[in-house]
């Protein structure tokens, strides 16, 4: 079945270490993100890549570092600098980020709790 | 002024009635719009999207957009329990390669 794969489900970590999140898609798509969701809010963007080896900040970007060495993975680093880093993070992708058919396919989130 | 904008909630509608979610956007350039729906703990999933003026019916759920009122709108008709749920707008804005979300709007029907 094609669609978007975050590891792990659940993580905890303790404050000051760097943690990686996995982000995996095989829909063939050119457009990968990042958002993060704290309870009861909407979705904030953290990075997004349009294309391999080219990734831009999104509007929360401090505290976080992405790659895009590979078209299918989008691996997201929450760095000790990350203030408040317990949230929901969801990874999404997109077919056709230029068109009108920009649609988002998130996959099941990763949500990350620091102590 | 934020970006996108919603009426938090919670909205408590009744089993079988319309409920009636909306969304104003600040950005006159913006082109896309997407209706998102997110149970608890679970990742949003799209519901509806429409680019241009005027409504768009897809089952029970119709999208309706006014661009010179820079408001969105979702109606969900037969509204069932589970239709409980967070509907986020989103919106694609002018010259930007990404969606902005709205915060969402808390919906609960009641049996």
């Known amino acids: 079945d094609g669609g978007i794969t975050q590891s792990p489900k659940y993580l905890f970590r303790k404050e000051g270490q760097n943690v990686t999140l996995s982000c995996e898609q095989n829909?063939?798509?050119?457009?990968m993100y990042w958002y993060r969701q704290d309870p009861g809010q909407g979705l904030r963007l953290i990075y997004y890549s349009q294309i391999v080896n080219d990734f831009q900040k999104g509007d929360i970007a401090e505290g976080y570092s992405v790659s895009r060495e590979k078209k299918e993975s989008f691996p997201l680093t929450v760095t000790s600098a990350q203030k408040n880093p317990t949230a929901f993070y969801l990874c999404a992708s997109s077919m056709d980020d230029r068109g009108l058919s920009f649609a988002l396919h998130f996959g099941n989130g990763t949500r990350l709790t620091v102590t | 002024q934020k970006e996108v904008e919603q009426n938090s909630g919670p909205l408590s509608v009744p089993e079988g009635a319309i409920a009636s979610l909306n969304c104003t956007y600040s950005d006159r350039g913006s082109q896309s719009f997407f209706w998102y729906r997110q149970y608890s703990g679970k990742s949003p999933e799209l519901i509806m999207f429409i680019y241009s003026n005027g409504d768009k019916e897809d089952g029970r759920f119709t999208a309706q957009l006014n661009k010179a009122s820079q408001y969105v709108s979702l109606l969900i008709r037969d509204s069932q329990p589970s239709d409980s749920a967070t509907y986020l707008c989103?919106?694609?804005?002018?010259?930007?390669?990404?969606?902005?979300f709205g915060q969402g709007t808390r919906l609960t029907i009641n049996p």
């Open positions: 829909l063939n798509h050119d457009a």
């Open positions: 989103a919106v694609s804005l002018r010259g930007a390669q990404k969606l902005v």
